[in-house]
């Protein structure tokens, strides 16, 4: 690492001992393969070095949304089968073979076009069908998927590996809508059992079927954010015991204090009613830190829970420690625990108004990761 970069106070710290945790909590919970799904930097821990980590401890599929995700993957080694979750262009066809990764075939149309570029390659592509049993996303819907189904089984140029589907509502543990989507999927299903081909991996469980749905576990689960620790939703239940992968640190880079009346940050939106002491954290907006945050959200520092005052700007946000002490270099948490108290990525998401997810993937690449563990 440049000298640059490794002097950066803010770091996300990955501890790989609880993806491993993670792994087998959910492995032993679900009773069936996993397809870890590492899409969008592996909900911003870091693509290559979250894969080798899960290759190592024996996932049995990886998953990723982009082929540009698949091939970095090859890239930088990894060989467990990969599957990309997102729609194709046929264009796209042979850099998949080439790459030796799974394509989702989400229309009869598609399938034509990779097993045109499978022929012309003379190498088989590895398929997993897509059926729309609610989302309205990509995949063939499920009432009108038997000539699709029957076309796949009968492709020559393509090895039918998987039939999947996805869920739109499982991080409601109350939500009717993914009972019916099993049962849509099932009536797909049926179309192989009905022209006698063997059936292909059934998946359907994202981190809400695998929390609170056992019925969709079928004969492979695909969780993405409960891996990383993190719940999907306010009001889903801790059913799994997992624990958070990803921390965010900074440090205290100056201190002053601000008079009473004087206000804080781009736009003068708060200032204190007394003499207050204030700390700078150099971190921001530009490093994906939520600027929804701006009076909001809450940082440790010294085993304290201090409120961030005035507007998140790009680099640096503003912390108030009222007549508390706090000095240049102290370690700052933003996500993660410090002599017991916690701020979770969960908790962060509430504040800002958002979901885990968007404060996991939008923590960017000017972040500095430190592995550790594994
Ligand atoms: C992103 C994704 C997942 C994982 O979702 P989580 O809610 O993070 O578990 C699973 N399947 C598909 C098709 C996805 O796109």
């Known amino acids: 690492m440049p000298p640059a970069v490794s002097e950066r106070p803010t770091r996300i710290r990955v501890d790989l001992d609880h993806l491993t945790f993670n792994l087998r909590s959910i492995r ?14 592996a909900y911003g821990h870091g693509l290559v070095p979250v894969a080798q980590h899960l290759q190592k401890q024996g996932v049995e599929q990886l998953g990723v949304a982009f082929v540009e995700e698949g091939i970095a993957l090859r890239q930088a080694g990894i060989t467990a089968p990969v599957l990309v979750l997102g729609g194709i262009f046929g264009r796209q066809v042979a850099q998949f073979i080439a790459h030796d990764l799974e394509i989702t075939v989400s229309s009869l149309d598609k399938l034509r076009q990779v097993e045109a570029a499978a022929e012309a390659l003379g190498r088989k592509a590895v398929i997993h069908l897509k059926i729309d049993t609610g989302m309205e996303r990509i995949g063939v819907h499920s009432y009108s998927a038997r000539a699709f189904i029957e076309a796949a089984v009968a492709s020559r140029w393509c090895v039918l590996k998987g039939i999947y589907s996805h869920l739109a509502c499982a991080d409601d543990p109350r939500s009717a809508m993914t009972l019916q989507q099993l049962e849509r999927f099932f009536e797909a299903c049926a179309h192989i059992e009905r022209v006698g081909a063997p059936m292909p991996l059934r998946h359907l469980a994202n981190s809400g079927g695998v929390l609170h749905f056992p019925d969709t576990r079928l004969d492979m689960v695909r969780p993405g954010i409960l891996m990383y620790g993190v719940l999907p939703d306010a009001a889903a239940q801790r059913t ?23 206000p804080v940050s781009y736009g003068a939106t708060w200032a204190p009613s007394r003499d207050t002491r204030v700390v700078t954290v150099p971190i921001g907006y530009g490093d994906g830190y939520p ?15 201090y409120p961030i005052v005035g507007r998140v700007c790009m680099d640096q946000f503003m912390v108030d420690i009222g007549q508390d002490s706090a000095w240049n270099e102290d370690e700052v948490v933003l996500i993660g625990s410090q002599d017991g108290n916690t701020i979770t990525a969960e908790n962060l998401a509430q504040a ?6 968007e404060v996991l993937v939008g923590l960017n690449e000017r972040i500095p990761r430190e592995y550790s563990g594994g």
Do not use: T
Not at 28 to 39: D, N, T, Y
Not at 251 to 259: L, M
Not at 352 to 357: D, E, H, K, S, V
């Open 240 to 262: 799994i015991d997992v624990r958070p992968v990803m921390s965010l640190v900074s440090q205290v880079v100056y201190f002053k204090v601000v008079k009473a009346g004087n």
């Open 28 to 41: 032993s919970h679900v009773g069936v393969p996993v397809m870890a799904i590492v899409k969008a930097n």
């Open 352 to 357: 800002a108004g958002i979901i885990p997810y």
């Open 291 to 305: 600027r929804a945050l701006s009076s909001r959200g809450e940082v440790l520092i010294r085993a304290h829970r």
